[in-house]
């Protein structure tokens, strides 16, 4: 089995890979999202990591679908104790306000339980910092929810170090539930937003993190080595501004380590994340087995030093 790790002061625990499911209900759909749930588990994944607005963006869509396939999955497995599953509020528009409104947060966690099939959220997140919203109306909620038993650990996602630091302080005076993970964008090809003052404080406030995007949306498994390659999936323009020299750069060293390792550019890059201080597990997605693969070695892989060296060098902005 996997090396499990401890995700902050949650009381939760993951091996070194989340499974994203932004793709379920959107790219990826039916037997084939419900072979990729599958394998991840088989493989000794334990956490899938949602959010109600996945997939608002996509025509004819409202918000939903990814919980929803996730709750058939569940159902059709007919047991829910050893998954995790984590989602999130803040982005979708609906009864109860917007943003994190009290109010917004108590409607959308209903919605969620019920797409979800489930009587409770492992990780319930605050998706964005919302701060129309006073700090101490948004913990409140999220408190309540914790003591109803609806919700287990709550997080935040997309926060800035001052405005996280100003949320445990609020939940520290308060006594109420408090952000025990952090969910930042994170990758070798986007440092500077989490490197310093939130990885700091991470650390020495016990916050597990599950940073997203850990392929730099697919950049780092090499499947985009010039502009031809931009049109190979929808993807494809989103990382037109890593085709140069500092990500080719990225690009061959993550080549040679996987070679060294016998690993693939995609395992080494998340077994680089996951090597991070205060780096819990990187979150990553697939739309098919083929493509999960190369990810489930982040489980295992350890990079040794002077690996690990080559590709901070490499990666340096």
């Not at 990729?36 to 899938?48: E, H, K, N």
């Not at 979800?116 to 998706?127: E, N, Q, R, S």
């Not at 990382?239 to 500092?246: D, E, N, T």
């Given at each position: 089995?996997?090396?499990?790790?401890?995700?902050?002061?949650?009381?939760?625990?993951?091996?070194?890979?989340?499974?994203?499911?932004?793709?379920?209900?959107?790219?990826?759909?039916?037997?084939?999202?419900?072979?990729?749930?599958?394998?991840?588990?088989?493989?000794?994944?334990?956490?899938?990591?949602?959010?109600?607005?996945?997939?608002?963006?996509?025509?004819?869509?409202?918000?939903g679908?990814?919980?929803?396939?996730?709750?058939?999955?569940?159902?059709?497995?007919?047991?829910?104790?050893?998954?995790?599953?984590?989602?999130?509020?803040?982005k979708?528009?609906?009864?109860?306000?917007?943003g994190?409104?009290?109010?917004?947060?108590?409607?959308?966690?209903?919605?969620?339980?019920?797409?979800?099939g489930?009587?409770?959220?492992?990780l319930?997140?605050?998706?964005?910092?919302?701060?129309e919203?006073?700090?101490?109306?948004?913990?409140?909620?999220?408190?309540r929810?914790?003591?109803?038993?609806?919700?287990?650990?709550?997080g935040?996602?997309?926060?800035?170090a001052?405005?996280?630091?100003?949320?445990?302080?609020?939940?520290?005076?308060?006594?109420l539930?408090r952000?025990?993970?952090?969910?930042p964008?994170?990758n070798?090809?986007e440092?500077?937003?989490?490197?310093?003052?939130?990885q700091r404080?991470?650390?020495?406030?016990?916050l597990?993190?599950?940073?997203y995007?850990?392929l730099a949306?697919?950049?780092?498994?090499?499947?985009?080595?010039?502009?031809?390659?931009?049109?190979?999936?929808?993807?494809?323009?989103?990382v037109?501004?890593?085709?140069?020299?500092?990500?080719m750069?990225?690009?061959a060293?993550?080549?040679?380590v996987?070679?060294?390792?016998?690993?693939?550019p995609a395992?080494?890059?998340?077994?680089?994340?996951?090597?991070?201080?205060?780096?819990t597990?990187?979150?990553?997605?697939?739309?098919?087995?083929?493509?999960?693969?190369?990810l489930?070695a982040?489980m295992?892989?350890?990079?040794?030093p002077?690996?690990r060296a080559?590709?901070?060098?490499?990666?340096?902005?």
């Amino acid at each position: 089995m996997p090396e499990l790790r401890r995700l902050g002061s949650s009381g939760l625990v993951t091996p070194r890979l989340v499974l994203g499911g932004n793709v379920f209900g959107n790219s990826t759909q039916g037997g084939e999202a419900f072979a990729v749930l599958d394998r991840f588990v088989a493989a000794g994944g334990t956490m899938i990591d949602t959010a109600d607005v996945y997939s608002a963006w996509v025509p004819g869509h409202v918000g939903g679908e990814s919980e929803t396939l996730l709750g058939e999955w569940l159902r059709r497995r007919g047991h829910r104790h050893d998954v995790l599953i984590a989602t999130k509020v803040g982005k979708l528009p609906g009864a109860g306000g917007e943003g994190l409104q009290p109010g917004r947060i108590a409607a959308a966690v209903e919605a969620s339980l019920k797409r979800l099939g489930t009587d409770h959220i492992d990780l319930y997140y605050a998706h964005y910092d919302d701060r129309e919203t006073p700090l101490e109306a948004t913990l409140a909620a999220f408190d309540r929810l914790v003591r109803e038993g609806k919700v287990r650990a709550i997080g935040a996602s997309n926060y800035t170090a001052d405005r996280l630091a100003e949320a445990l302080a609020v939940s520290e005076r308060e006594g109420l539930a408090r952000y025990s993970v952090l969910q930042p964008e994170y990758n070798l090809m986007e440092r500077g937003g989490f490197e310093g003052a939130l990885q700091r404080l991470c650390i020495d406030r016990d916050l597990g993190v599950l940073p997203y995007f850990g392929l730099a949306s697919g950049f780092l498994t090499g499947k985009y080595r010039s502009e031809k390659d931009l049109a190979k999936s929808r993807r494809g323009p989103g990382v037109a501004r890593y085709l140069s020299p500092r990500g080719m750069r990225v690009l061959a060293t993550l080549d040679l380590v996987a070679a060294e390792t016998g690993s693939s550019p995609a395992g080494v890059a998340l077994a680089w994340l996951a090597a991070q201080p205060g780096v819990t597990a990187p979150i990553a997605s697939a739309n098919t087995l083929g493509q999960l693969e190369p990810l489930l070695a982040a489980m295992d892989l350890e990079l040794g030093p002077h690996q690990r060296a080559m590709l901070d060098e490499a990666s340096r902005e």
